[in-house]
């Protein structure tokens, strides 16, 4: 699974390298921590990498494409990357706020849109869920 991750991370950098100079060529001028965007990118990357280990490693091969799909919508929806977070009612707002997706795409937009320290709140919900869907698919992971 570490290999699978690592793997997912060497791809993962081709394609920043390669929209990096894109948005370059277009005008982008990023600010903050470039070492702050390589820690969400990474924490984000092993955490997204846990959960699709934890569906390929339980689920059928038929049903993890369509479960993926569907997740990736949800989280696409629900976790401000569509729809912002403020149009959901306070209450799912607190909980959509702790999801991967929110966690990346806030931090990766405060650092580089607006120029922020390094986001400790956003790493550390990575982290968590980088650790527990890495833990949890090594645990129930089936080889078949």
Do not use: C, Y
């Not at 990766?108 to 982290?127: N, S, T």
């Amino acid at each position: 699974m570490t290999a699978k991750t690592l793997a997912v991370l060497v791809t993962e950098v081709l394609q920043v390298v390669l929209l990096t100079v894109i948005a370059f060529a277009l005008g982008w001028s990023p600010h903050g921590n470039p070492f702050a965007v390589v820690l969400l990118l990474v924490l984000g990357t092993a955490a997204f990498s846990g959960l699709g280990l934890l569906m390929a490693g339980t689920l059928r091969a038929e049903a993890t494409l369509g479960a993926a799909n569907l997740v990736f919508l949800l989280l696409l929806v629900g976790g401000g990357v569509i729809v912002p977070l403020e149009k959901f009612p306070p209450g799912a707002q607190d909980v959509l706020a702790l999801l991967p997706i929110s966690a990346l795409s806030d931090g990766l937009r405060d650092v580089l849109r607006h120029g922020a320290a390094m986001p400790w709140g956003d790493l550390g919900i990575l982290a968590v869920w980088a650790a527990l869907g890495l833990a949890a698919a090594g645990r129930f992971f089936r080889w078949e």
